[in-house]
T-cell receptor, first 115, second 114 residues
Framework: AQSVTQLDSQVPVFEEAPVELRCNYSSSVSVYLFWYVQYPNQGLQLLLKYLSGSTLVKGINGFEAEFNKSQTSFHLRKPSVHISDTAEYFCAVSEGVWGAQKLVFGQGTRLTINP | DGGITQSPKYLFRKEGQNVTLSCEQNLNHDAMYWYRQDPGQGLRLIYYSQIVNDFQKGDIAEGYSVSREKKESFPLTVTSAQKNPTAFYLC?????????????FGPGTRLTVL
């Protein structure tokens, strides 16, 4: 079974600073990876996804992630954060046979932006 | 607008009571999922359904039950057998039969046991 590890439970940064949220997954033949964001007391919203092709994936709100197969990583980055980016971020991997996939989530990383 | 609705947003339950959380989607998605979220533990899968009248247990199904009588609805019942039900519950859906599994989420229901 797949597993996902988010290496930092909390990441505090100052506004306009760059940020990286780290995610590692267990190896698989083919892998589909996702980053979701959750604002307080809300559901999850898709930030970006990697299915195939270019290893650099761009998402909403200025976020991007890089798929690194050799390191089994899918780290999320943003060059300059805003107060509104304060949220919890979840990395997820799709597992299962065709037509019966499930998502396996990491533990989440709480991003706090300080003015 | 298409989307997923969950009701109620907040739910309070006395110990020993069963409660049912509603999840409805108008995205014409085949598959639906229920997750439980606790602080610091991410999302854990309770039940999922790939098609009407069929569902499977997830990783933490004990103390929960579901039904899938209609494509757009997937209610979750938290029974009295669930020892620690206080949590945030999220419903999700996706198109089944695809190559991957991008899930769309509802706004969640926060259940508190008094």
């Amino acid at each position: 079974a797949q597993s996902v590890t988010q290496l930092d439970s909390q990441v505090p940064v100052f506004e306009e600073a760059p940020v990286e949220l780290r995610c590692n997954y267990s190896s698989s033949v083919s892998v589909y990876l996702f980053w979701y964001v959750q604002y307080p007391n809300q559901g999850l919203q898709l930030l970006l996804k990697y299915l195939s092709g270019s290893t650099l994936v761009k998402g909403i709100n200025g976020f991007e992630a890089e798929f690194n197969k050799s390191q089994t990583s899918f780290h999320l980055r943003k060059p300059s954060v805003h107060i509104s980016d304060t949220a919890e971020y979840f990395c997820a991997v799709s597992e299962g046979v065709w037509g019966a996939q499930k998502l396996v989530f990491g533990q989440g990383t709480r991003l706090t932006i300080n003015p | 607008d298409g989307g997923i609705t969950q009701s109620p947003k907040y739910l309070f339950r006395k110990e020993g009571q069963n409660v049912t959380l509603s999840c409805e989607q108008n995205l014409n998605h085949d598959a639906m999922y229920w997750y439980r979220q606790d602080p610091g533990q991410g999302l854990r899968l309770i039940y999922y359904s790939q098609i009407v009248n069929d569902f499977q247990k997830g990783d933490i199904a004990e103390g929960y039950s579901v039904s899938r009588e209609k494509k757009e609805s997937f209610p979750l019942t938290v029974t009295s057998a669930q020892k620690n039900p206080t949590a945030f519950y999220l419903c999700a859906s996706t198109i089944a039969g695809g190559r991957y599994n991008e899930q769309f989420f509802g706004p969640g229901t926060r259940l508190t046991v008094l």
